[in-house]
């Protein structure tokens, strides 16, 4: 299973970017897809999460800015990021939970190689 992210760039505060993230491989099902970011310096942050029927969960810092979609078909994960501040700076990782793939019953987690997001003042 491979997880190929994109859409990270350099952005002025205030502006948007989205972000995505496909999981390609013998997928049957993936439970929840998340996305985490990192900034120099501080620990993995977990940002949002959405599972199979739709729930989400974000991080208190990113409600009301941040949206996490994703297509169960083409096993794709979106974040769609409004009004963003400098402090949204980080390279932000994409994470599949729970994927079961057809020669394998147990589920495992699989990550993405990360895209930078920087957001100027």
């Known amino acids: 299973v491979q997880l190929v992210e994109s859409g990270g760039g350099l952005v002025q505060a205030g502006r948007s970017l989205t972000l995505s993230c496909a999981a390609s491989g013998t997928i049957v099902s993936i439970f929840e897809m998340r996305w985490y970011r990192q900034a120099p310096g501080e620990q993995r942050e977990l940002v949002a999460a959405?599972?199979?029927?739709?729930?989400?969960n974000y991080t208190p810092s990113v409600k009301g800015r941040f949206t996490i979609s994703r297509d169960n078909v083409k096993n794709t994960v979106y974040l769609q990021m409004n009004s963003l501040k400098p402090e949204d700076t980080a390279v932000y990782y994409c994470n599949a939970a729970g994927v079961i793939v057809s020669d394998s019953l147990r589920p495992r987690d699989y990550w993405g190689q990360g895209t930078q997001v920087t957001v100027s003042s």
């Open positions: 959405i599972n199979k029927p739709g729930t989400t």
